[in-house]
């Protein structure tokens, strides 16, 4: 009997998972020409071990994006990583950017807090991730509808599994727009840097090595869609888990100390990205004994099944949400020793994942303080949707408004 086809079948995606981790730990799907794991040691192994590489992305997204930071190696990869990595943690990202992140979300929620209801995808999680970007890197406002254009043309082609020559055709034809937008704009702030994000990116050196206006450039687009989309689905996730457990969603509103909890356990339950690949160099056996991968072959790591593992996650049932679980702790989820596979390990651990922490909590807290008795529409069902990347494509709520001080 073969494993149920992942990619075709619409039934619940998380039954699919655990039927795999189950019966399928690792196999190799023919009509992909990719082996599959799921169970939480072999996808964190597959992510840590140095033999995994991500040579897989020069033509999984570069055409789209330019070389980036994901498939660069070694000394290569360490320049550029420690170049970007400071602008998206700690002091600076507190300092320069989180109020620019809470100024964005109450600008948006401003345009329905009065009506006592709405879709918060539409009205909030799709646009405020490019929002933020956009003003982040201290383009105009009135710039943010090319941004949520070309952003949304490179997702169809990261996503664009069964290769349609269209979708390829527009993502290159993005990369070339966008390169012909921002490069003059790079130029200029080379000559007269300013405090945004991209006057750092073009100023910072160390040893005397600076990025390139390529690099530059490529590392804007990554961040464009990988930092966009992913946050966008997050945040999303975030309110349908919530308002599925209303007794968690008090727990938060009355607690907001658990915030960064209910998005850690967001992460693990429903991330953004249900799973990433990479390419092992040589012959790699599994740690759970389950398959041995050969040399060159495509391996995708299921985050969404690996996130579930009953293996891993002892305390609580992995398939509830809940906030209050004790084997996955807050102070590390967003750190690349996370107790979740969601933004990878090692040293292709997601560079933005703290600034997907600070835009999500901003979102919940400004919402949560600004409504009463939040809850879906009556009627509606929220559904999560999508293949490799996966959320609600709506989410209507209503709620009692509460006056900004």
Known sequence: ??????????????????????????????????????????????????????????????????????????????????????????????????????????????????????????????????????????????????????????????SNINQDPDIIAEGEQTRVEFQDYLMPVIAERRRNPGSDLLSNLVTAEIDGSGLSDIEVKSFTSLLLTAGGETTDKAIASLFKNLLEHPDQLEQVRNDRSMVTMAVAETLRYSPPAHWIQRLPHEEAELPSGTG??????????????????????????????????????????????AEHTTFCFGRHHCVGSYLAKAEIEAALNIVLDRTENLRLADGFEAKEVGVFLRAPAELHVEFDPVESE
């Open 1 to 158: 009997m073969a494993p149920p086809d992942l990619l075709s079948s619409d039934e619940d995606r998380y039954e699919v998972y655990r039927v795999y981790r189950d019966d399928y730990p690792c196999f190799h799907d023919e009509a992909s020409d990719t082996w599959f794991v799921s169970r939480y040691a072999d996808v964190e192994h597959v992510f840590k071990n140095p033999d995994f590489s991500t040579d897989m992305y020069e033509w999984m997204i570069e055409p789209a994006h330019g070389p980036t930071l994901l498939s660069k190696h070694g000394a290569e990869h360490s320049r550029y990583r420690n170049l970007v990595a400071p602008f998206f943690r700690g002091a600076l990202l507190e300092a320069d950017f989180m109020p620019m992140i809470e100024a964005q979300a109450r600008s948006m929620i401003d345009q329905w807090i009065a009506d006592g209801s709405c879709d918060l995808v539409e009205g909030l999680s799709r646009y405020l991730p490019i929002k933020v970007i956009v003003a982040m890197l201290g383009l105009p406002d009135e710039d943010h509808p090319k941004f949520q254009d070309w952003y949304e043309s490179i997702n169809r082609f990261v």
């Open 292 to 337: 041995t991968i050969p040399a060159g072959a495509t391996v995708t790591g299921i985050i969404g099944a690996a996130n579930r593992d009953e293996r891993k996650y002892t305390h609580t049932d992995p398939e509830l949400f809940d906030i209050n679980r004790q084997d996955l702790p807050a102070s590390s989820a967003f750190a690349a020793n």
